[in-house]
């Protein structure tokens, strides 16, 4: 089992920052990544940024050069910088993780926190 908790979400201007962090309780040394997600009305959930349990990070190209994810082991937290915010990045971003258990991969979420973009 394990738990997310996500906080940092809020209102900016279009061309601001906002800082996401997730922090992550229970079976966390079973869980090998950690990712943001959100979906806007009237599309797909997307992958925004994730990150392996050895580091590895991966963006959707929308956020590309302007998201930035990294994870702190000493907190169990994972962070989502996100700079040069757009209006169109206005949404609820959800944290996930994904925990192995022999074999076997489980998914977890946050509760969401939302962000928006003023113009």
């Known amino acids: 089992q394990v738990q997310l908790v996500e906080s940092g979400g809020g209102l900016v201007q279009a061309g601001g920052s906002l800082r996401l962090s997730c922090a992550a309780s229970g079976s966390i040394f079973n869980i090998v990544h950690m990712g943001w997600y959100r979906r806007a009305p009237g599309k797909q959930r997307e992958l925004v940024a994730g990150i392996t349990s050895g580091g590895t990070t991966n963006y959707a190209d929308s956020v590309k050069g302007r998201f930035t994810i990294s994870r702190d082991n000493a907190k169990n937290t994972v962070y989502l910088q996100m700079n040069s915010l757009k209006p169109e990045d206005t949404t609820v971003y959800y944290c996930?993780?994904?925990?192995?258990?022999?074999?076997?991969?489980?998914?977890?979420w946050g509760q969401g926190t939302q962000v928006t973009v003023s113009s």
């Open positions: 996930n993780a994904v925990y192995e258990r022999y074999g076997r991969l489980y998914d977890y």
